[in-house]
């Protein structure tokens, strides 16, 4: 599994939090042997997630070079495919934000 997130990591947030993001986004970065690293997890829709998250709930996880950024994205959209458009977008701002300050 790509995204193998310790236990201990697991059990500090659940899944669809900023933590949670951060988690993923340094598990991508340490499996890759990559600069940077992009975590994302919430509820794309149509229906929201066993947390209770609404569709269009989302937090992404930036993690590099001594940066480390997390934001929650709510769309109020039950579409899916626009969600997931909206989060990718999204993810890709926030690592462009970061690259720029690093």
Same mark, same amino acid.
């Given at each position: 599994m790509l995204m193998a997130v310790s236990d201990a990591a697991m059990g500090e947030a659940r899944a669809a939090t900023k933590t949670h993001a951060?988690?993923?986004?340094r598990a991508a970065?340490?499996?890759?042997? +990559? =600069?940077?690293?992009?975590?994302?997890?919430? +509820? +794309?829709?149509?229906t929201g997630n066993r947390y209770g998250d609404p569709p269009g709930h989302t937090c992404i996880g930036?993690?590099?070079p =001594?940066?480390?950024?997390?934001?929650a994205i709510a769309t109020g959209s039950e579409n899916r495919g626009e969600n997931m458009e909206?989060?990718?977008?999204?993810?890709?701002d926030l690592l462009v934000e970061c690259l720029q300050r690093d």
């Open positions: 951060l988690h993923l986004a970065r340490e499996r890759l042997g +990559a =600069d940077w690293g992009i975590g994302e997890t919430g +509820a +794309a829709g149509p930036v993690v590099g =001594d940066t480390e950024r997390a934001i909206v989060f990718a977008r999204e993810a890709l």
